[in-house]
């Protein structure tokens, strides 16, 4: 059932030159395409390059006439901006790119990196809370960080206010790592800037998007999914029922990530969400020890992996239909609410091949959206 | 799985005239004569009377030669007693005995009740918690039995500080049950007199503890298997890790009955048995509505049970040995820490009919002892 968090690898090579990983950079910044998509075409086409060729005749087929790549000179400034920041590249399916991340379905093609690489060559383990913690939530959550630290675990959060704050303050020394929602080198909240870069000269900070760009809502949920992506197991110390914290929670479930949480009494709205987690499955932390017996399950697992094979009970796809009629019944299906591609492919009992082109095309087209952890939608 | 907490009867017949309440009286008083062995001679000699004759030979045999049943004298005073002070006796089988308390394999032969008859007949939660509990506690107790009594539920507590004194107070108008440690008539804490007499006066005090006994600490298990008998579900507002409130659950858990605990911060020492409870299992409790869902689930598995018949799995019984050598086998699986009866049973393979006479001649020798939840050990 685990799918194996330590080494998945895309079914295509890394970039093996500067020209290739500008390539890469350029596929993964023009317009429409995501990771998902990213990583179809790549499967199809085997390297960046000739995707990067495909597709203003994909957009034409799709019926989108004006299409225009990420440039040469885009992607290039790209690269030296970041050259001036001192951050570097990590392209998937490289040996330094976080085994655990390369195993999610949308895995980031491209992180700008600044700071130590040591942080990322330890287990992780994600620490997420409120931004308006208490002083119980932020002990809480320097305790579990020192905790965690101290036994070798790399602690990965947001740079929020409140918990993230306090998880990555405690976890400076042993190994920290702030996921970023703009680009790499813009600090939010800006009241973090310290701590920020503390932790580019102690730890790591890294992020998907482009060079100096500001975050904005739409990119805290794609952030979230690395955040749960890169660890092991998420530990949640304070979450209202409605919050921004519970939506990675959702990511790493949908990762298959070992969901943890700190309780609180009832009566503390800044629990509402960790007990709720609980009541639906989620393991009750009350110190350190607590998520250190899951981890050492879910290693010790990863040790002696379940031998079953992949589930083959689905029923043997049927032949592909022509393409129009693809589309067609591939909307049916489709509402405004995502729903996981996976779902799609039984729904339609056809295999990923045959829908995969379609989805991309549609894609192009912006008549279907994606979302993080394979979800899609009608646009 | 779940046994039917509503309609078990013994397998014997409860009294039919003041004569034979007199029987069960003095059975049940009788030295070294608990509910299991009650149980088990009644089974086997039909009525109280006879068991009672047989009692000294059963005694001789077992080598005690100087044995004295309870007097006939001694069962007239108490219940002289108990007219005195307003209590009422009800008796295991009669229709007015709570049938989810008849159910447990060790249920009381005889209770000692004062109050109201209605909040026995409606069903019946425990609310249990800390002696010492905070302000949160107490609110969360009240808040929970008030909701609860709204919606048609029996509240079910031990008169103690704390938890329980809330529990009580906020159903005295809805229906509350107080089962105390020691005689019916025997308020403890003292400081809880006044509660007590409302009780009695609103709702209903009971115990099987001989009319004015003063508690001990041994009479607490026996009386939380009482409290945990007679509901469908406990519920634990505040414990400690090592508190009595933990024996009522444990006391609960054998009965099958459904546990929920109200979460705290890990912080809060008050919250550590009951976050522990929810790590092993219990149901995370944040309002009434939690315990109403449980509630509702079980009296629908109630009313649409589970069709499958007994565990069959068990080895056949084989023939029974001759009793010195059982008595041997018996001594060498038992350790000074009670095991369930039916592990006992299933580890000599040999029937509960003929298992059951031996520990009746063990206990009365004084070899072997037994703990509420039909445990047993050696003495």
């Not at 800044?270 to 639906?280: F, P, Y």
């Not at 049916?332 to 339609?348: F, T, Y």
Request: charged share 20%.
């Amino acid at each position: 059932m685990a799918k194996d968090l330590f080494s998945s690898h895309p079914p295509f090579t890394p970039p093996t030159s500067e020209e290739d990983r500008l390539s890469w950079l350029r596929l993964i910044r023009s317009p429409r395409v995501g990771p998902a998509t990213f990583h179809r075409l790549m499967t199809e086409h085997g390297c960046a390059a000739t995707a990067l060729e495909v597709l203003p005749t994909l957009a034409k087929s799709a019926g989108v006439d004006t299409y225009q790549p990420c440039s040469h000179a885009a992607a290039e400034a790209e690269i030296d901006l970041a050259r001036a920041k001192g951050a570097r590249m990590l392209c998937l399916g490289t040996d330094a790119y976080p085994h655990t991340l390369a195993s999610i379905s949308d895995a980031p093609p491209v992180l700008w990196c600044i700071g130590k690489r040591a942080p990322i060559l330890r287990p992780m383990v994600a620490l997420v809370g409120a931004r308006n913690a208490s002083s119980l939530g932020t002990r809480m959550a320097r305790a579990l960080a020192e905790g965690l630290g101290h036994e070798g675990y790399t602690i990965v959060s947001g740079l929020a206010r409140g918990v993230d704050a306090a998880a990555h303050h405690a976890s400076l020394k042993t190994g920290t790592i702030a996921v970023m929602g703009g680009g790499v080198d813009v600090i939010y909240p800006t009241e973090n800037s310290v701590l920020a870069a503390a932790i580019s000269d102690q730890g790591l900070r890294l992020s998907e998007q482009p060079m100096s760009l500001h975050p904005q809502a739409r990119h805290f949920p794609p952030r979230n999914r690395i955040i749960a992506g890169l660890a092991l197991a998420v530990v949640v110390v304070e979450a209202a029922e409605k919050s921004g914290t519970l939506i990675t929670v959702r990511d790493a479930l949908d990762q298959g990530r070992e969901i943890m949480a700190v309780p609180g009494h009832p009566v503390d709205g800044r629990a509402g969400g960790c007990n709720r987690l609980i009541r639906e499955g989620a393991t009750l932390v009350r110190h350190v020890e607590d998520v250190l017996e899951v981890l050492r399950r879910l290693q010790a697992e990863h040790e002696h992996p379940d031998k079953s094979g992949p589930d083959e009970t689905h029923p043997a796809p049927q032949v592909a239909p022509d393409a129009p009629q693809l589309h067609r019944r591939i909307l049916d299906l489709l509402g405004p609410s995502p729903v996981a591609e996976d779902q799609l492919i039984r729904d339609l009992s056809l295999s990923a091949a045959a829908i995969s082109p379609a989805l991309v095309m549609m894609e192009m087209q912006g008549i279907v959206r994606r979302h993080p952890g394979g979800l899609v939608s009608r646009s």
